[in-house]
T-cell receptor, first 111, second 114 residues
């Protein structure tokens, strides 16, 4: 079945460092890809998404490009802030009722 | 923020007791979902609903049942709770149910089964 694999954490960075969180997927169809973020004690919030190959999703300085040839959707940000500390989840959905999530990557940004 | 509330937010119960978690939405979205979140597993779908009285199983449905008698409410029931059902439970909603549709999540319910 469809699945998502994302890099294990935790990831600890200094403020203004470059962030990459790797995400690869396995799917039989043509899924949409998502990055969700979870702040402490809260539910998941959509960070960005891409619905077809070569699409780039972006939001709040974060970017990810849907790469069909490498089945990847890596999350990047050029300069992280302390407020970016959270858990990040990569997810895919071929149909809305089958969204599959990665295990999550905890990011801590230190001042 | 999408209008989704979950109740209770925290619950401690004993093995063998029934438990019902409630999800309430004010967005009039057709689709509603229940997930559980466990370390190392991300979120896994338990059940979902595609309309009033229309529900279907997800990846980890054993030991859970759901009901949806109104558009705005989606109930998750553990008929006889077990320690393996200790988890954080999230409700989500979406408008169209398609693969590209964003799901909006509630704040979660932390359930501990002793």
């Amino acid at each position: 079945g469809d699945s998502v694999t994302q890099m294990e954490g935790p990831v600890t960075l200094s403020e203004e460092a470059f962030l990459t969180i790797n995400c690869t997927y396995t799917a039989t169809g043509y899924p949409s890809l998502f990055w969700y973020v979870q702040y402490p004690g809260e539910g998941l919030q959509l960070l960005l998404k891409a619905t077809k190959a070569d699409d780039k999703g972006s939001n709040k300085g974060f970017e990810a490009t849907y790469r069909k040839e490498t089945t990847s959707f890596h999350l990047e940000k050029g300069s992280v802030q302390v407020s970016d500390s959270a858990v990040y989840f990569c997810a895919l959905s071929d149909r809305g009722n089958d969204m599959r999530f990665g295990a999550g990557t905890r990011l801590t940004v230190k001042p | 923020d999408a209008g989704i509330t979950q109740s209770p937010r925290h619950k401690v119960t004993e093995t063998g007791t029934p438990v019902t978690l409630r999800c309430h939405q004010t967005e009039n979205h057709r689709y509603m979902y229940w997930y559980r979140q466990d370390p190392g597993h991300g979120l896994r779908l338990i059940h979902y609903s595609y309309g009033v009285k229309d529900t279907d199983k997800g990846e980890v449905s054993d030991g859970y049942s759901v009901s949806r008698s109104k558009t705005e409410d989606f109930l998750l029931t553990l008929e006889s709770a077990t320690s393996s059902q200790t988890s954080v439970y999230f409700c989500a909603i979406s408008g169209g149910g398609g693969g590209a549709d964003t799901q909006y999540f509630g704040p979660g319910t932390r359930l501990t089964v002793l």
